[in-house]
C-alpha cells in the first residue's frame, strides 16, 4: 500500500517537473551526464581496489578537550614536583644509613683489613715502579740514536 | 546472488574482504557515480569524489551497523563528500564560474552526445543555480526515482523539508528558465 502510494507520488512529482522544465530538456541534459570515458566502470573497480591496497593505515590522531588537557598537565606537573621533592630525601636517608653502618664497625676490624690488605697494595707499587724503570731504561738508547 | 547485507556480513568476518567489496562496489559504483557527474558536471572531479567514497566506504564499512539500507548509507557518503568538494571549490572560487555552461556546451555538442539546444543549456545553468541540497535532493527524486524517506536520511533531513527541497527546486528552476 505504502510502496503504492510513494509510486504515485513519484509520478506526480515528476510530472510537474516534466510540466515546468520540458521532459525532453530533463532527459537530454541525463544523457549528457551519462556519458563517461570507455571502459570507465571496470578501470574504477581497478582504480580503487589499487589504491586500497596501496593506502597505509591511517594514523589515529587523538584530539583532547581542555579540561582533559588541563588535567593531563597537572599530572605530569605532580610527577615532576613529587619526583624533585622525594629523590633527595631518599638519597639523605641512604646516605645516613651508610654512615650509620662504617660507625656500627668495631676499630679493630677496620685496622686488620688495612693490615691484611697492605702487602698487595706493596706488590702493586713496587710492579709499577719496576715497569716504569723497565721503559725508562729501554727508551734511553732510542733517544741516542734519534740525536745520532 | 548474495544480498547487500548478506557481502557486508561477509567483509566483516571474512579474510576475503575484497571479494565482498568487489561485489558491493560493482554493484553500486554506477549510481552513485552519475549522482556525483549529475552535482559537479565535470568527469575528473566526479571520478575523484567518487574513489574518495568508495575508500571511505572501505575504511568504515566494519563499523556500519546495517540500521539503513547500503545504498542509503553510501548515497550519504558521496553527499557529504561532495558537498564538501563543492564548498571547498566555491572557497577557491573555481566552481560556478562562466567556464561551467561552456564545459557543458562543449560535452553537448560533443560528437558522441546528443545535439544540445538553448533550453538545454539555459536549464544546466539553471541546475548549477540551486543550492547543493535542492539540487541533490532534485537529482535523486527525478533520475533516481528514490522516495522521500530514503532522500531525507541521504541528506541529513525531514521527509517534508526533502519534499519541500524537491518542490522549491523546481519553482527555482522555472523561474531562472523564464528569465532566460
Known sequence: MQN?????????DQAIANALLGKENLHSWKEVNMQVPHNYFNAFEANTLH???NVKPSVRIFTIGTWKKLAFAASIFAIVVSTYLLLPSNTIQKSNATAMSMQQIPNEEIAAYINENDWVAEVD??????????TMIIMEPGIQNDSN | MLSDQALIIQFKQSSDKEGAFTQLLKRHQQKVYYQIKRMVNEHADADDIAQQVWMKVWNKLD?????SEFSTWVFRIAYNETVNFIQKEKKLGQHYTSNESADYENAAHSQDGPASSQIEIALEQAIQQLPEKQR????LRYFEELNYAKIASITGTSVGGAKANFHQAIKKMEEILKHN
Open chain 2, 136 to 139: 541533490f535532493v532534485f537529482m
Open chain 1, 51 to 53: 589504491k586500497i591496497q
Open chain 2, 63 to 67: 563499523g556500519f551497523k546495517m540500521e
Open chain 1, 125 to 134: 707499587w713496587h710492579t709499577e715502579l719496576n715497569k716504569e724503570e723497565a
Open chain 1, 4 to 12: 503504492k502510494d510513494n509510486h504515485k507520488e513519484l509520478q506526480e
